[in-house]
């Protein structure tokens, strides 16, 4: 496909009404000595050049979208409406407390939804990603323990975390300990005691995990650190596994992030906007980055009196659009947020009790929204997991997350989410078995896939490193 400058035509389409070079409100040195050299395209042709690209695009108004831990559900399109709303738009965060109660009043709302969704006491709503709750989360405990005057150094992690675990407690200046896996996939208790002494200051711990499986072991795991004086983090960016079932406060836990551009619908594929605000127990109220919006029984207001605030993690309040959306999808989903859980989990399991008898199940167990298979079986035939998910796009279905979680050998990880049809999961089981069916046939011509997509098979080191946009 041509480039829009390659496709400049002559037609001038940009009218410029006003001569700026006539004006002598700007010093000449600023002016611009030659032509612009904007393509020459009319209003038309821009319109179809833009509609061609984004076409070629793959989006989850497109198709299925099983990419394990992303969360790529249906985002309802009311949310946008409501985002949109001038009152909200038009609002300048430098405004007064008194000019802003509306916006105020929702923030204070959205977090009294979710300290009941969560269990805990106490919300920020300023970070504005999972990895960025995570780091904010992490300087609380940190905080926590400067102030007691305990200098804790180091973190445990699982080796079944999220990758973000580990890098968020390193970058807050933490020692990370990996934790390993028993075979169940769940944590090994005995490798966790061995490690524990009196320099950790917290584990981080994501549940269900990233094989899918929830931690069997929580509330152990949870005392054992509390009488060692420890803390638990909760990586909740997957609330849909567990919404309404059961929380973090009840697992023990003492801080947890949320991703609300996940679990409660915001459009976040390709760096869209997020939210990942934090979630914290009585205790640790005092140490939330400020300031936390409250209310007087009156007005609502923001609260900047926290003892031991971490000061602030991000400008103004956090990305407030993607609350309206989250808070709007909360109200609208109400009771039926368990059941999207319930069906978040239902769906994972139908489709890996679908697959497992052509795909490898290393860890053959009910999982919560999601499972990881291994692509080993189909490596003999000489295609790596790389060719299933890029033969995927032939059949209009976004390819999992794959070589993820690292101790899955060939990992192919699927979350169907709570929002797709029984038609849909049983289109996505068929492409998957004929997959596994063409592998055995004509491994070669899986290997070399996709065959369909307006790109075809790159060498993605060298995409990454050298892209060419006019591919
Ligand atoms: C997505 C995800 C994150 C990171 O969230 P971002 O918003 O992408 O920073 C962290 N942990 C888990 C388990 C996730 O699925």
């Known amino acids: 496909m041509k480039t829009i400058f390659e496709k400049s035509s002559g037609v001038d389409?940009?009218?410029?009404?006003?001569?700026?070079?006539?004006?002598?409100?700007?010093?000449?040195?600023?002016?611009?000595?030659?032509?612009?050299?904007?393509?020459?395209?009319?209003?038309?042709?821009?319109?179809?050049?833009?509609?061609?690209?984004?076409?070629?695009?793959?989006?989850?108004?497109?198709?299925?979208?099983?990419?394990?831990?992303?969360?790529?559900?249906?985002?309802?399109?009311v949310n946008e409406l409501l985002a949109s709303l001038e009152g909200f738009t038009n609002l300048h965060p430098l405004s007064s407390d008194e000019d802003s109660q509306g916006a105020l009043e929702l923030m204070y709302k959205l977090q009294e939804t979710l300290k009941i969704i969560t269990g805990m006491s106490a919300v920020s709503l300023q970070p504005c990603a999972g990895a960025h709750g995570e780091l904010s989360g992490m300087m609380v405990i940190k905080k926590f323990f400067e102030t007691k005057n305990d200098k804790r150094t180091k973190v445990l992690v699982s080796d079944s975390a999220h990758g973000t675990n580990p890098a968020s407690a390193k970058m807050c200046g933490f020692e990370i300990v990996q934790i390993k896996s028993n075979n169940r996939g769940q944590i090994d208790i005995e490798d966790l005691k061995a490690n524990l002494d009196k320099n950790v200051a917290a584990i981080m711990m994501t549940n269900p995990n990233t094989l899918g499986l929830f931690e069997e072991n929580v509330l152990e795991i949870s005392k054992l650190m509390h009488e060692n004086g420890s803390l638990l983090y909760y990586d909740g960016a997957n609330f849909n596994a567990i919404m309404g079932y059961t929380n973090p406060y009840i697992m023990g836990f003492d801080v947890v992030h949320l991703n609300l551009h996940k679990t409660f619908a915001t459009p976040h594929g390709g760096g869209g906007p997020g939210a990942g605000p934090i979630c914290v127990t009585e205790e640790l109220k005092q140490y939330l980055p400020s300031p936390i919006i409250d209310f007087n029984g009156k007005n609502y207001f923001r609260n900047y009196n926290l003892k031991h605030s971490i000061g602030k993690v991000k400008a103004f309040y956090g990305n407030f659009g993607v609350l309206v959306k989250a808070y709007a999808y909360i109200l609208m989903m109400g009771q039926n947020l368990k059941k999207a859980s319930g069906d978040a989990v239902l769906n994972a399991n139908y489709i890996k009790e679908k697959l497992k008898e052509k795909y490898l199940l290393p860890?053959?167990?009910?999982?919560?929204?999601?499972?990881?298979?291994?692509?080993?079986?189909?490596?003999?035939?000489?295609?790596?997991?790389?060719?299933?998910?890029?033969?995927?796009?032939?059949?209009?279905?976004?390819?999992?997350?794959?070589?993820?979680?690292?101790?899955?050998?060939?990992?192919?990880?699927?979350?169907?989410?709570?929002?797709?049809?029984?038609?849909?999961?049983?289109?996505?089981?068929?492409?998957?078995?004929?997959?596994?069916?063409?592998?055995?046939?004509?491994?070669?011509?899986?290997?070399?896939?996709?065959?369909?997509?307006?790109?075809k098979r790159v060498d993605e080191t060298l995409a990454a490193r050298h892209p060419d946009l006019k591919a």
């Open 363 to 455: 860890y053959d167990e009910p999982c919560m929204h999601e499972f990881v298979l291994s692509g080993d079986k189909q490596k003999e035939y000489g295609v790596s997991t790389i060719g299933i998910a890029k033969r995927l796009m032939d059949y209009n279905i976004h390819p999992p997350t794959v070589y993820f979680p690292l101790i899955v050998h060939e990992a192919i990880m699927i979350e169907p989410t709570e929002s797709e049809s029984k038609t849909v999961l049983d289109n996505f089981i068929e492409a998957m078995l004929k997959i596994a069916d063409e592998i055995e046939k004509n491994p070669s011509f899986v290997a070399e896939s996709p065959h369909t997509t307006p790109v």
């Open 13 to 77: 389409g940009i009218l410029l009404d006003a001569d700026i070079t006539s004006c002598d409100c700007i010093s000449s040195k600023y002016l611009r000595q030659g032509e612009i050299g904007l393509p020459k395209l009319s209003e038309l042709e821009v319109m179809r050049h833009y509609k061609e690209l984004s076409d070629r695009n793959f989006c989850i108004e497109k198709g299925f979208y099983p990419l394990g831990s992303c969360t790529m559900k249906y985002n309802p399109k």
